[in-house]
Nanobody
Framework: QVPLVESGGESVLAGGSLSLSCAVSGDFYSRNCIGWFRQPAGKEREGVAV????????YYDDSVKGRFTISQDNAKKTVYLQMNNLTPDDTAMYYC???????????????????WGQGTQVTVSS
């Protein structure tokens, strides 16, 4: 159907946790950098976390380090984003993203990623 399908977004209270899932088409999963961007309403998109599927090497934006964890399940071809200690600043549409086969870089740049999911909304309220 589509190469990237996100799920798990919902409304939570500040301090809560959510886990997002991204089901990745087999064509995009192997030897690829896959991760998450987010875009608050009316603001620019920003990289959140990425993971390189062959090695599990991951990188995070400073704003989520220590709170978010990206992980993968090769059997399910799924990438996850565990989000803890959420704040209202985490409110955004979260997009699963993938390169057309390439490594991840510490600086998460949107132009690296040519494949985007439809997004899943995360809303954090105080």
């Amino acid at each position: 159907q589509v190469p990237l399908v996100e799920s798990g977004g919902e409304s939570v209270l500040a301090g809560g946790s959510l886990s997002l899932s991204c089901a990745v088409s087999g064509d995009f999963y192997s030897r690829n950098c896959i991760g998450w961007f987010r875009q608050p309403a009316g603001k620019e998109r920003e990289g959140v976390a990425v993971i390189y599927t062959p090695s599990g090497t991951s990188y995070y934006d400073d704003s989520v380090k220590g709170r978010f964890t990206i992980s993968q399940d090769n059997a399910k071809k799924t990438v996850y984003l565990q989000m803890n200690n959420l704040t209202p600043d985490d409110t955004a549409m979260y997009y699963c993203v993938a390169r057309n086969h390439g490594v991840c870089h510490q600086r998460i740049m949107s132009h690296f990623f040519t494949n985007w999911g439809q997004g899943t909304q995360v809303t954090v309220s105080s």
